[in-house]
T-cell receptor
Framework: DMKVTQMPRYLIKRMGENVLLECGQDMSHETMYWYRQDPGLGLQLIYISYDVDSNSEGDIPKGYRVSRKKREHFSLILDSAKTNQTSVYFC????????????FGKGTRLTVV | QQKVQQSPESLSVPEGGMASLNCTSSDRNFQYFWWYRQHSGEGPKALMSIFSDGDKKEGRFTAHLNKASLHVSLHIRDSQPSDSALYFCAASVPNSAGNKLTFGIGTRVLVRP
């Protein structure tokens, strides 16, 4: 069963706290992604990972960092969360080629208060 | 300016009717286009891809690409209530590592019973 799993699904954090969002995939995909979705802005790429320990900034990396120590796991870390990081975060994965489908998880709704 | 622009922002069609969605890119490096669909509370899911000029039909869905004008459209025939969702156009650059998609802000489709 091809799946991208995100944990947790909902999270409320106080401003200044650290946040860890976790993602797993069972398709042995090389490439994994973190996007955030905000009304009126669509989906914006935060980071892309081409394989273990091979990560690259996306369009909006400021305030975020990532970790990929196993091919099937990709974590997004917010050090000292800010209120403007309130958003829905999506993890995704795909095979390594450009013309392949990207599979998305169900998202994590993060609220920073 | 958004590199991938979608219109209209929202669309209401009667059940059994035709829905037409448009997408234009301002970046000539984008050559691969995708349509993704997102139901409420879920992650985006790929609907179809189109990489060559002309039409591509998959069931009730037809995509059309004109690379010269960087315009892609999606037509949904015999619309069903289950087609009510947020539809994203996404574009990528060929021969790049991974599948780094740039998304539009989406078109919300409501199918009226």
């Amino acid at each position: 069963d091809m799946k991208v799993t995100q944990m947790p699904r909902y999270l409320i954090k106080r401003m200044g706290e650290n946040v860890l969002l976790e993602c797993g995939q069972d398709m042995s995909h090389e490439t994994m992604y973190w996007y955030r979705q905000d009304p009126g802005l669509g989906l914006q790429l935060i980071y892309i990972s081409y394989d273990v320990d091979s990560n690259s900034e996306g369009d909006i990396p400021k305030g975020y960092r990532v970790s990929r120590k196993k091919r099937e796991h990709f974590s997004l870390i917010l050090d000292s969360a800010k209120t403007n990081q309130t958003s829905v975060y999506f993890c995704a994965s795909s095979p390594g080629q450009t013309n392949t489908e990207v599979f998305f998880g169900k998202g994590t709704r993060l609220t920073v208060v | 300016q958004q590199k991938v622009q979608q219109s209209p922002e929202s669309l209401s069609v009667p059940e059994g009717g035709m829905a037409s969605l448009n997408c234009t890119s301002s970046d000539r490096n984008f050559q691969y286009f995708w349509w993704y669909r997102q139901h409420s509370g879920e992650g985006p899911k790929a609907l179809m891809s189109i990489f060559s000029d002309g039409d591509k039909k998959e069931g009730r869905f037809t995509a059309h690409l004109n690379k010269a004008s960087l315009h892609v459209s999606l037509h949904i025939r015999d619309s069903q209530p289950s087609d009510s969702a947020l539809y994203f156009c996404a574009a990528s650059v060929p021969n790049s590592a991974g599948n780094k998609l740039t998304f539009g802000i989406g078109t919300r489709v409501l199918v009226r019973p």
